[in-house]
């Protein structure tokens, strides 16, 4: 039986065991309903480092900015709630300010969390929630199976949150739930044209940190006004920037030294400085330098562009990132977040009746093997166990740290057909038992070797 | 002339010697090398990615601090000038060291190569001189390691440079105000080093950088920090001194900064130090007063309420001493008059057991025959009761020591007396007396057997002679014979009751001779070790007393000599707070000025 189905089974218990607490079955039903629904993601990070950007840039479309928890959830029309106490929600309107989406909160400025059902394509499969800068990390965590963090360089007081993130027996043993974001990646460049392929080598360096590594599963860098440019470039911004990238690559590059040089006078163009100062606050001065750049290299058409920006401000691969770590993992988030709320219930109400069911949880969190598995890859990224050079890629991969599905883990870049894989799972399962029998082999490689094993072994009923 | 911060930095020296506190000492006194030292250290700190380094560079229009996107300054690097550009780095000459207080070596490096080699282990700091007009008042830039970086080294290093600043630029970019972290840094680098001016970077950058500025003014406003605030751009700074262009230079803020480096840094020297030093002493002397203070306060109440306490404390223990020693001896005297009746009850029960054996042998037997056995017998019988009961009587009397001692106020290792017993004990009593035996001899008995035969003789012979017999017949003669046996017998039969008789009483004399002997004896010596365990323990309990009267007398000395001390005391402690009080005026009328500056 696959963890999910195990932890599912253990909620439906669970019900059973306290259905005489209204407060215990209130608690376990929402989270069984929260089973069913996308992952939940929060963003967090300090305070104006571009959390709401982030998710703007992620759900494609430009809200302005709360003061409290926002949760974007799909829908097939645009719609808003405020939850405010234990009543019911209030309907709200979204509204426009400027160029961006407004939801009237009005006279709810003390809200618990605003709901947004927004047509988009990325909340298919995941439900984002924008969180205030001053929430705790209980707070943060508490309605999320993941977590987003976004940070500039790696400070303590960074590393503090993630710490109490973990902070948790079961969140330990599985801390699988978390993604680092250099956000602002344009600013660590210093604004300098390749600001962003310098941020992606920065991330580079943390994911490999020993600090940082095992807070997280991976770390990567998004210039989040460029990515939310990408998504939501206009057609008059477009036909403004080509104005500007037609100017004289000096004469641009001295009136973009500085902000104020973009916005004030003289100008060599005929340009009202309140169109400068609109694309100054959309796209930053860097985005605009960058955006010039890219139209005098030759892409000149807004979906080339667009094509561009996805790609160099990191959104693609904070996406990818999602995608890895979090989508394609829903059912062990999902599970590990159950896990958690049964864990919190055993506590608050322990009762001689729910014992069994304590015994169960504590042996799935102790013996599932898809948390052995994510922490092997975290095992294996931070260098905690050490493999062989050749091995350990192919040990990565096995165990999903590039994606799940049988073809990934196999490391199929094409569509192989049953045959192949079936191949190439028995050539590899062959390869680790006998890693895992090797007696020169220090102790955790061979128990890596036996994860290993367990997985290819997991997998191969489906190839027969 | 010496400058009048120097007098009272040394007199406030003078005080930490006297309040015995070399730490403050040792800090006041690097402070005081470091004034008198020509060189003005301008420290540059900050968050890491701030544009420390670059700060510095543009200040010096010079690539001197390397920069990068990445943490990239590891080690404080001091710029200072020279005629020649130059560059070394300093590093401890033992490795592994701590980075206070160990030799160091310099080692010349290439300036591009500096920071390259920086990254090796234990380099300490690295020094660049380049000629530049803005150093030449002996002005020293530091450029330090972020503070608040993972790697805890770094900020480490950053506030050990810290000490030595007097003069601090703190670095900001204007993507954002101050943050909490920032700020509780910029309190922490106040408490050292005063004379701090915020510096926003990056205003090339950041389109609403001019809000920002407002805000950190705001923020440092409700913090009551009385910093200078400058925005600045780096970027325009470095681009202005390549294309020489005056109008980007001004545009970029350096020219208010390198002013404020050089009116308020450097012009005043004098007043800098002025005020690092009234900082540096105001909280080196409230660190003396403020145990001065509790002294003065505590000293009334505390003190002496322990000296009082003991003063209680001992007379408590007389009291109970005596209680206890009424107690003591009453269960001395109660013990040892049960235990005397009891040995003695014991004894004659012993004796009594002794002369039923006697009277019953006396029954029986003939005391002419075997004396001596039966004397044997006798003494070796009392002999052995008066040993018992002895050893009962000591084994008593230890036991009523221990239950003395019990009742004893205090515990002591010789509490039980070693030996109570007298020495003289157990005189032998006086000899049995052989009792009078008379002998039943032949002619006794020969005299008896015809007494008694004449009557048979005679009875038998009158009636026999009116038979015609004569008076002498047979029969007579017969009946003779057996009345003079008869009387044999009767007589000796007579005779040994005699004897039992007597042997008996005199086995009764001298079983109560030895009686009235030994319960005397045993009666003199419980006596004996009554009084010794009395003497023992009332001079155990004399000892006792006169300690705790002693340690009572004292303690009422010391509360006595107490007073007069303690107020000798509080009178100095009062002159000297006031010393420090003065001293503290002098420090604060030093800053005084110099905080109003800075408004």
Same mark, same amino acid.
């Given at each position: 039986?696959?963890?999910?189905?195990?932890?599912?089974?253990?909620?439906?218990?669970?019900?059973?065991?306290?259905?005489?607490?209204?407060?215990?079955?209130?608690?376990?039903?929402? *989270?069984? @309903?929260?089973?069913?629904?996308?992952?939940?993601?929060?963003?967090?990070?300090?305070?104006?480092?571009?959390?709401?950007?982030?998710?703007?840039?992620?759900?494609?479309?430009?809200?302005?900015?709360?003061?409290?928890?926002?949760?974007? #959830?799909?829908?097939?029309?645009?719609?808003?709630?405020?939850?405010?106490?234990?009543?019911?929600?209030?309907?709200?309107?979204?509204?426009?300010?400027?160029?961006?989406?407004?939801?009237?909160?009005?006279?709810?400025?003390?809200?618990?969390?605003?709901?947004?059902?927004?047509?988009?394509?990325?909340?298919?499969?995941?439900?984002?929630?924008?969180?205030?800068?001053?929430?705790?990390?209980?707070?943060?965590?508490?309605?999320?199976?993941?977590?987003?963090?976004?940070?500039?360089?790696?400070?303590?007081?960074?590393?503090?949150?993630?710490?109490?993130?973990?902070?948790?027996?079961?969140?330990?043993?599985?801390?699988? *739930?978390?993604?680092?974001?250099?956000?602002?990646?344009?600013?660590?460049?210093?604004?300098?044209?390749?600001?962003?392929?310098?941020?992606?080598?920065?991330?580079?360096?943390?994911?490999?940190?020993?600090?940082?590594?095992?807070?997280?599963?991976?770390?990567?860098?998004?210039?989040?006004?460029?990515?939310?440019?990408?998504?939501?470039?206009?057609?008059?911004?477009?036909?403004?920037?080509?104005?500007?990238?037609?100017?004289?690559?000096?004469?641009?590059?001295? *009136?973009?030294?500085?902000?104020? #040089?973009?916005?004030?006078?003289?100008?060599?163009?005929?340009?009202?400085?309140?169109?400068?100062?609109?694309?100054?606050?959309?796209?930053?001065?860097?985005?605009?330098?960058?955006?010039?750049?890219?139209?005098?290299?030759?892409?000149?058409?807004?979906?080339?562009?667009?094509?561009?920006?996805?790609?160099?401000?990191?959104?693609?691969?904070?996406?990818?990132?999602?995608?890895? *770590?979090?989508?394609?993992?829903?059912?062990?988030?999902?599970?590990?977040?159950?896990?958690?709320?049964?864990?919190?219930?055993?506590?608050?109400?322990?009762?001689?009746?729910?014992?069994?069911?304590?015994?169960?949880?504590?042996?799935?969190?102790?013996?599932?093997?898809?948390?052995?598995?994510?922490?092997?890859?975290?095992?294996?990224?931070?260098?905690?166990?050490?493999?062989?050079?050749?091995?350990?890629? @192919?040990?990565?991969?096995?165990?999903?740290?590039?994606?799940?599905?049988?073809?990934?883990?196999?490391?199929?870049?094409?569509?192989?057909?049953?045959?192949?894989?079936?191949?190439?799972?028995?050539?590899?399962?062959?390869?680790?038992?006998?890693?895992?029998?090797?007696?020169?082999?220090?102790?955790?490689?061979?128990?890596?070797?036996?994860?290993?094993?367990?997985?290819?072994?997991?997998?191969?009923?489906?190839?027969? | 002339?010496?400058?009048?911060?120097?007098?009272? $930095?040394?007199? &406030?020296?003078?005080? =930490?010697? &006297?309040?015995?506190?070399?730490?403050?000492?040792?800090?006041?006194?690097?402070?005081? +090398?470091?004034?008198?030292?020509?060189?003005?250290?301008?420290?540059?700190?900050?968050? !890491?990615?701030?544009? /420390?380094?670059?700060?510095?560079?543009?200040?010096? %229009?010079?690539?001197? =601090?390397?920069?990068?996107?990445?943490?990239?300054?590891?080690?404080?690097?001091?710029?200072?000038?020279?005629?020649?550009?130059?560059?070394?780095?300093?590093? %401890?000459?033992?490795?592994?060291?701590?980075?206070?207080?160990?030799?160091?070596?310099?080692?010349?490096?290439?300036?591009?190569?500096?920071?390259?080699? +920086?990254?090796?282990?234990?380099?300490?700091?690295?020094?660049?001189?380049?000629?530049?007009?803005?150093?030449?008042?002996?002005?020293?830039?530091?450029?330090?390691?972020?503070?608040?970086?993972?790697?805890?080294?770094?900020?480490?290093?950053?506030?050990?440079?810290?000490?030595?600043?007097?003069?601090?630029?703190?670095? !900001?970019?204007?993507?954002?105000?101050?943050?909490?972290?920032?700020?509780?840094?910029?309190?922490?680098?106040?408490?050292?080093?005063?004379?701090?001016?915020?510096?926003?970077?990056?205003?090339?950058?950041?389109?609403?950088?001019?809000?920002?500025?407002?805000?950190?003014? +705001?923020?440092?406003?409700?913090?009551?920090?009385?910093? /200078?605030?400058?925005?600045?751009?780096?970027?325009?700074?470095?681009?202005?001194?390549?294309?020489?262009?005056?109008? $980007?230079?001004?545009?970029?803020?350096?020219?208010?900064?390198?002013? =404020?480096?050089?009116?308020?840094?450097?012009?005043?020297?004098?007043?800098? +130090?002025?005020?690092?030093?009234?900082?540096?002493?105001?909280?080196?002397?409230?660190?003396?007063?403020?145990?001065?203070?509790?002294?003065?306060?505590?000293?009334?109440?505390?003190?002496?309420?322990?000296?009082?306490?003991?003063?209680?404390?001992?007379?408590?223990?007389?009291?109970?001493?005596?209680?206890?020693?009424?107690?003591?001896?009453?269960?001395?005297?109660?013990?040892?008059?049960?235990?005397?009746?009891?040995?003695?009850?014991?004894?004659?029960?012993?004796?009594?057991?002794?002369?039923?054996?006697?009277?019953?042998?006396?029954?029986?037997?003939?005391?002419?025959?075997?004396?001596?056995?039966?004397?044997?017998?006798?003494?070796?019988?009392?002999?052995?009761?008066?040993?018992?009961?002895?050893?009962?009587?000591?084994?008593?009397?230890?036991?009523?020591?221990?239950?003395?001692?019990?009742?004893?106020?205090?515990?002591?290792?010789?509490?039980?007396?070693?030996?109570?017993?007298?020495?003289?004990?157990?005189?032998?009593?006086?000899?049995?007396?052989?009792?009078?035996?008379?002998?039943?001899?032949?002619?006794?008995?020969?005299?008896?057997?015809?007494?008694?035969?004449?009557?048979?003789?005679?009875?038998?012979?009158?009636?026999?002679? $009116?038979?015609?017999?004569?008076?002498?017949?047979?029969?007579?003669?017969?009946?003779?014979?057996?009345?003079?046996?008869?009387?044999?017998?009767?007589?000796?039969?007579?005779?040994?009751?005699?004897?039992?008789?007597?042997? /008996?009483?005199?086995?009764?004399?001298?079983?109560?001779?030895?009686?009235? /002997?030994?319960?005397?004896?045993?009666?003199?010596?419980?006596?004996?070790?009554?009084?010794?365990?009395?003497?023992?323990?009332?001079?155990?309990?004399?000892?006792?007393?006169?300690?705790?009267?002693?340690?009572?007398?004292?303690?009422?000395?010391?509360?006595?000599?107490?007073?007069?001390?303690?107020?000798?005391?509080?009178?100095?402690?009062?002159?000297? $707070?006031?010393?420090?009080?003065?001293?503290?005026?002098?420090?604060?009328?030093?800053?005084?000025?110099?905080?109003?500056?800075?408004?």
């Amino acid at each position: 039986m696959t963890l999910d189905r195990v932890v599912w089974s253990m909620l439906q218990e669970a019900l059973g065991v306290y259905r005489d607490s209204p407060r215990a079955t209130a608690w376990l039903r929402s *989270h069984a @309903e929260r089973y069913t629904e996308p992952v939940r993601i929060a963003v967090a990070g300090r305070s104006r480092i571009g959390k709401s950007t982030v998710v703007n840039a992620l759900v494609g479309d430009e809200f302005t900015p709360q003061s409290s928890f926002v949760w974007y #959830r799909g829908g097939t029309e645009p719609r808003a709630h405020v939850f405010t106490g234990p009543g019911r929600p209030h309907e709200l309107t979204i509204g426009r300010r400027g160029n961006r989406h407004h939801v009237e909160t009005g006279q709810f400025d003390r809200a618990d969390r605003v709901v947004v059902d927004w047509p988009a394509r990325t909340l298919r499969d995941v439900v984002l929630i924008d969180t205030p800068s001053e929430a705790t990390p209980e707070q943060v965590l508490g309605d999320a199976d993941a977590l987003l963090y976004l940070m500039r360089h790696v400070q303590d007081e960074d590393l503090k949150f993630l710490q109490s993130a973990n902070d948790h027996p079961i969140a330990r043993t599985a801390a699988v *739930h978390t993604v680092a974001v250099l956000a602002r990646a344009d600013e660590i460049g210093a604004g300098r044209i390749d600001a962003l392929s310098s941020a992606k080598q920065i991330a580079r360096r943390y994911r490999r940190d020993p600090a940082v590594q095992p807070l997280c599963q991976n770390v990567v860098s998004v210039a989040g006004l460029l990515a939310v440019a990408a998504k939501t470039l206009r057609e008059d911004e477009f036909a403004a920037l080509r104005v500007l990238s037609s100017l004289g690559r000096e004469e641009l590059e001295d *009136h973009l030294l500085s902000a104020d #040089r973009f916005v004030g006078d003289p100008f060599p163009l005929t340009m009202e400085p309140a169109v400068r100062q609109a694309l100054l606050e959309r796209f930053g001065i860097f985005g605009v330098r960058l955006i010039t750049a890219l139209i005098r290299q030759g892409f000149d058409s807004q979906v080339k562009l667009t094509g561009q920006l996805v790609q160099r401000s990191g959104l693609g691969e904070l996406r990818d990132s999602i995608a890895v *770590h979090f989508t394609e993992r829903r059912e062990v988030l999902k599970a590990r977040s159950a896990m958690l709320a049964l864990d919190v219930l055993f506590r608050m109400e322990p009762r001689p009746s729910a014992r069994k069911l304590m015994a169960d949880l504590e042996r799935v969190v102790a013996s599932a093997h898809d948390f052995r598995e994510l922490r092997l890859v975290a095992a294996l990224q931070s260098g905690r166990t050490k493999l062989p050079a050749e091995l350990q890629a @192919e040990a990565l991969r096995l165990v999903g740290a590039e994606g799940v599905a049988p073809a990934a883990r196999l490391g199929f870049e094409y569509e192989a057909d049953a045959r192949e894989l079936r191949e190439a799972l028995l050539d590899a399962l062959l390869r680790w038992q006998a890693q895992a029998a090797d007696v020169h082999a220090p102790h955790d490689q061979r128990k890596a070797a036996q994860i290993v094993v367990r997985t290819c072994e997991g997998l191969l009923p489906q190839f027969s | 002339m010496a400058p009048p911060w120097l007098d009272v $930095l040394d007199e &406030t020296i003078g005080a =930490c010697v &006297t309040h015995r506190r070399p730490d403050l000492e040792a800090r006041l006194r690097e402070k005081r +090398a470091q004034q008198l030292d020509p060189k003005l250290r301008v420290l540059v700190v900050g968050e !890491s990615k701030q544009g /420390k380094s670059q700060l510095v560079n543009a200040l010096l %229009n010079a690539p001197v =601090c390397a920069v990068g996107d990445d943490i990239t300054t590891t080690v404080p690097t001091f710029v200072q000038h020279a005629d020649t550009p130059s560059a070394a780095l300093v590093r %401890n000459a033992s490795a592994g060291g701590s980075i206070f207080h160990t030799p160091t070596e310099r080692i010349a490096v290439p300036i591009d190569q500096v920071t390259k080699q +920086a990254a090796a282990q234990h380099v300490v700091r690295a020094e660049i001189g380049i000629p530049r007009a803005l150093l030449d008042s002996g002005l020293v830039l530091i450029d330090t390691p972020g503070v608040g970086d993972t790697r805890s080294a770094h900020t480490a290093s950053t506030f050990a440079t810290l000490m030595q600043a007097d003069a601090v630029l703190l670095v !900001s970019d204007a993507t954002g105000e101050l943050t909490s972290a920032e700020m509780t840094l910029l309190k922490k680098v106040m408490e050292a080093c005063p004379n701090v001016t915020v510096v926003v970077t990056k205003i090339d950058l950041v389109p609403s950088w001019r809000s920002v500025v407002e805000r950190n003014r +705001a923020l440092l406003a409700r913090a009551g920090i009385r910093a /200078k605030l400058i925005p600045v751009s780096s970027a325009l700074r470095l681009r202005a001194a390549k294309s020489g262009d005056q109008r $980007l230079n001004a545009e970029s803020g350096f020219p208010e900064l390198v002013t =404020c480096v050089q009116s308020d840094i450097v012009a005043s020297a004098d007043l800098l +130090a002025r005020r690092a030093v009234a900082v540096v002493a105001s909280s080196a002397i409230t660190q003396l007063v403020t145990p001065l203070r509790e002294e003065l306060t505590a000293h009334d109440s505390s003190h002496t309420v322990a000296t009082i306490s003991t003063l209680q404390e001992a007379q408590r223990r007389v009291d109970e001493l005596r209680r206890r020693s009424a107690r003591w001896q009453n269960v001395l005297n109660d013990e040892m008059a049960d235990l005397i009746s009891d040995v003695e009850y014991d004894l004659r029960d012993r004796t009594r057991k002794i002369l039923r054996e006697v009277d019953k042998t006396y029954d029986e037997a003939d005391p002419a025959i075997g004396w001596d056995k039966f004397e044997q017998w006798l003494e070796d019988n009392l002999n052995e009761a008066a040993t018992t009961n002895f050893a009962w009587l000591m084994e008593r009397a230890e036991w009523v020591a221990a239950k003395v001692a019990r009742n004893f106020p205090v515990y002591r290792e010789d509490l039980i007396p070693g030996s109570v017993l007298p020495d003289d004990l157990l005189e032998p009593a006086s000899k049995l007396e052989k009792p009078k035996i008379e002998p039943f001899s032949v002619p006794q008995k020969l005299f008896t057997g015809l007494r008694g035969s004449y009557g048979g003789v005679l009875m038998f012979g009158l009636v026999t002679s $009116l038979a015609g017999m004569p008076l002498i017949n047979v029969i007579s003669l017969g009946a003779g014979a057996l009345f003079g046996g008869k009387s044999i017998l009767d007589e000796s039969d007579q005779r040994l009751k005699r004897r039992q008789a007597a042997a /008996k009483a005199a086995a009764q004399r001298h079983v109560d001779d030895f009686f009235m /002997k030994f319960s005397k004896d045993v009666r003199d010596s419980g006596r004996h070790i009554q009084r010794s365990l009395r003497n023992h323990f009332s001079t155990l309990a004399e000892e006792l007393q006169e300690t705790l009267l002693e340690s009572a007398r004292s303690a009422k000395r010391a509360v006595q000599d107490d007073q007069t001390d303690r107020e000798r005391r509080m009178r100095e402690g009062r002159k000297e $707070l006031d010393r420090l009080v003065t001293l503290y005026k002098r420090v604060q009328a030093l800053g005084g000025p110099a905080m109003e500056l800075t408004a």
